[in-house]
Antibody, heavy 121, light 107 residues
């Protein structure tokens, strides 16, 4: 069964760090583009980061230099290391699989259930 | 970054109505656009990819059209389970950008 299960969310103070995990089953994290998308309370969806199948990474300007996306191939798990957290990083964080072809993309077709990050003093 | 402007931000409609949501990109994005449905407390769900291709398992009352900068999601006959928030997402380039969302409510 194809499934994504996020974990690692919680309450953290401003300036703190947190690492989110996304356990993947049913397909290989190394063969796919994997992304993080977040949603602040009562707000819309906000793209955060992606890691390509070749390991290349991309980030939203709002998290560049503070967040790092990575993967562990043997554990088939995606990560998001979040440092220097700000109040505005408070959100539900979703991992998702992005379908990628030859320089074309076909949407995020598999999503996890989300994990909640709250940044507060 | 490419800006995606979605309209309306909300709408009220009745079961059986035809509903249209639009999304405009700040620059041409070919047909590299998807539409997502999100219900409260749930993850988004892919409905349409490549502007007009129906994702497997999605009812045929959903359709998408457009290319370049202007795109449309149409629900031909609104069903009770369609009351949700809908988002467009450009996948032409990174950073990816979503529209602000359209909340479809019961009239």
């Amino acid at each position: 069964e194809v499934q994504l299960v996020e974990s690692g969310g919680g309450l953290v103070q401003p300036g703190g760090s947190l690492r989110l995990s996304c356990a993947v089953s049913g397909f290989s994290v190394s063969d796919n583009y994997m992304a993080w998308v977040r949603q602040a309370p009562g707000k819309g969806l906000d793209w955060v980061s992606v890691i390509y199948s070749d390991g290349t990474t991309q980030y939203a300007d709002s998290v560049k230099g503070r967040f790092t996306i990575s993967r562990h191939i043997s554990k088939n798990t995606l990560y998001l290391q979040m440092n220097s957290l700000r109040l505005e990083d408070t959100a539900v964080y979703y991992c998702a699989k992005e379908r990628a072809g030859l320089e074309r993309y076909y949407g995020m077709d598999v999503w996890g259930q989300g994990t909640t990050v709250t940044v507060s003093s | 970054a490419i800006q995606m402007t979605q309209s309306p931000s909300s709408l009220s409609a009745s079961v059986g109505d035809r509903v249209t949501i639009t999304c405009r990109a700040s620059q041409a994005i070919r047909n590299d656009l998807g539409w997502y449905q999100q219900k409260p407390g749930k993850a988004p769900k892919l409905l349409i990819y490549a502007a007009s291709s129906l994702q497997n398992g999605v009812p045929s009352r959903f359709s998408g059209s457009g290319s370049g900068t202007d795109f449309t999601l149409t629900i031909s006959s609104l069903q009770p389970e369609d009351f949700a928030t809908y988002y467009c997402l450009q996948d032409y380039t990174y950073p990816r950008t979503f529209g602000q969302g359209t909340k479809v409510e019961i009239k």
